[in-house]
């Protein structure tokens, strides 16, 4: 079956512009992850849904950076004011159901480039 | 925050021979996950370990995990060119809930 995809797979914007990310998970999978990558380095969480409502959102930088999942399917991440040090892949995983064990599949992410 | 570190970070290798890569973390774990990736692309599971598993084995991958040592090593086994990636290991932290914490990474290259 279809994998997690993610919308645009590249982003350019310059500096104070407003960027939305969009993820469509693996159909069935009540779970879904949004982390960002930076250059050389691993993923970092930023925040998950469980169902329509985010389960922990404490990742997430400062308060530019929300995440919506209205329907318990497709997310967007949104990032107001886009600054340089926004500029990272986004990477969006899904998983059968919340819990330990559970294995996350990720989507072939968002390179976003802020000038 | 990174929690685990993972060594090396690079490791260039001959087709045919073996690759070790390890990883350490900080805190007390439900289980670890490796990861792989290649450049530009999504990351792929590989394989998951439990907190009361030692030794876990998946075609030529073979994962070990020492909770008091708070390490796991990823050996993997006659390594062909397709094998060239990052790999990164992640930790499923008891107080974490469900999210994962990465390493950095090591870079794998498979010379033919």
């Known amino acids: 079956g279809a994998g997690v995809s993610q919308t645009p797979s590249n982003k350019v914007t310059e500096k104070g512009k407003y960027v939305e990310l969009r993820c469509d998970p693996i159909s069935g999978h009540t779970a879904l992850y949004w982390y960002r990558q930076s250059l050389g380095q691993g993923p970092e969480f930023l925040i998950y849904?469980?169902?329509?409502?985010?389960?922990?959102d404490s990742g997430l930088p400062n308060d530019r950076f929300f995440a919506v999942r209205p329907e318990g399917s497709v997310s967007t991440l949104k990032i107001q004011r886009t600054e340089r040090g926004d500029s990272a892949v986004y990477l969006c995983?899904?998983?059968?159901?919340?819990?330990?064990?559970?294995?996350?599949?990720f989507g072939p992410g968002t390179r976003l480039l802020v000038l | 925050s990174q929690q685990g570190e993972e060594d090396p970070q690079a490791l260039s290798i001959q087709e045919g021979e073996n690759a070790t890569m390890n990883c350490s973390y900080k805190?007390?774990?439900?289980?670890l996950q490796w990861y792989r990736q290649n450049s530009g692309r999504g990351l792929v599971h590989l394989i998951l370990i439990r907190s009361n598993e030692r030794e876990k084995h998946s075609g030529r991958l073979r994962v070990t995990l020492d909770t008091s040592k708070k390490s796991s090593s990823l050996l993997i086994t006659a390594s062909r060119a397709a094998d060239t990636a990052s790999y990164f290991c992640a930790t499923d932290a008891v107080a974490s809930g469900s999210r994962l914490t990465f390493g950095e990474g090591t870079q794998l290259t498979v010379n033919p």
């Open positions: 849904f469980q169902g329509t409502g985010a389960a922990d």
């Open positions: 995983a899904s998983s059968l159901r919340r819990g330990h064990g559970e294995t996350q599949y």
């Open positions: 805190t007390s774990i439900n289980n």
